[in-house]
Every structure is written in structure tokens, then in C-alpha cells.
């Protein structure tokens, strides 16, 4: 089975990105000169390019064309973006314990005006450590 023109492309490029043709920050040659190079049509490059955009090794930028990215960086973008999640799941979290903690409240209130006070001091006896 033959591989795919669009996997050549990206299997080329990403060796030429290893091997240091393309450093980080450089702009990869424009979709006619790979087509050309390759002998396909620019949908086909597009097809390579986006394989590479999946895995960050490129960017694209819309009439600038396609850059290689650095891999730390890319790295580091990455572990700021799950500690950054991570940070707002637990911020969510404490978010919602405080509204419990407030709905706990109100109901202690409502038996307190019913006049059950004894209920009302249990219920605010569980919200402290």
C-alpha cells in the first residue's frame, strides 16, 4: 500500500524540521513551492500542513504561511494551559461549595423563623470544621 502524498509531505517536513532545514520561527516554503516540489495540487499541501498543525509543529498564519514552532515553548504553552484549567475547575468547585454553604444557610434561617431553633443551630453546627 502506498502512502499517501499528503503523509509524504508532512513525513518530509517533519524531517526537514528535526534535521534543522526549518529551525523554529522559520517560514516553511509557500503552498505553490511544495506543491510544486512534491507534484500535487495546493489542497494536497494544505492536507500535509494541517497534520502538521495538529501536532503544534506548525502555525499557520492566513497570508503569511506556515511556521515551525518550538517545541518547548509549545511544551511549556501546554502545561500552562492544564495548570490554567485546572486552576478554574477548582475555583468552580469552590464556587459551588460556597453556594451550598449559603443555601445551608438560608435553610437554617427558614427553620429558625418557624421557630425551630434547635433544628436551625444543628444545621449551622455541620458548616463549622
Do not use: C, H
Request: charged residues 30%.
Amino acid at each position: 500500500m502506498t502512502t499517501p502524498k499528503y503523509r509524504e509531505i508532512e513525513n518530509a517536513l517533519r524531517e526537514r524540521i528535526a534535521d534543522g532545514t526549518y529551525p523554529p520561527g522559520s517560514a516553511l516554503p509557500s503552498e505553490d513551492a511544495l506543491a510544486a516540489e512534491f507534484g500535487v495540487t495546493r489542497p494536497t499541501v494544505r492536507a500535509g500542513l494541517a497534520e502538521l498543525r495538529a501536532t503544534d509543529a506548525v502555525t499557520v498564519i492566513a497570508g503569511r504561511g506556515a511556521f515551525v514552532r518550538d517545541p518547548e515553548l509549545t511544551a511549556l504553552r501546554r502545561e500552562r494551559d492544564v495548570a490554567w484549567d485546572m486552576a478554574k475547575r477548582e475555583a468552580d468547585r469552590a464556587g459551588e461549595a460556597e453556594a451550598t454553604v449559603r443555601r445551608v444557610l438560608a435553610l437554617a434561617g427558614m427553620f429558625e423563623a418557624e421557630g425551630q431553633t434547635e433544628t436551625a443551630a444543628r444545621i449551622r453546627a455541620t458548616l463549622e470544621p
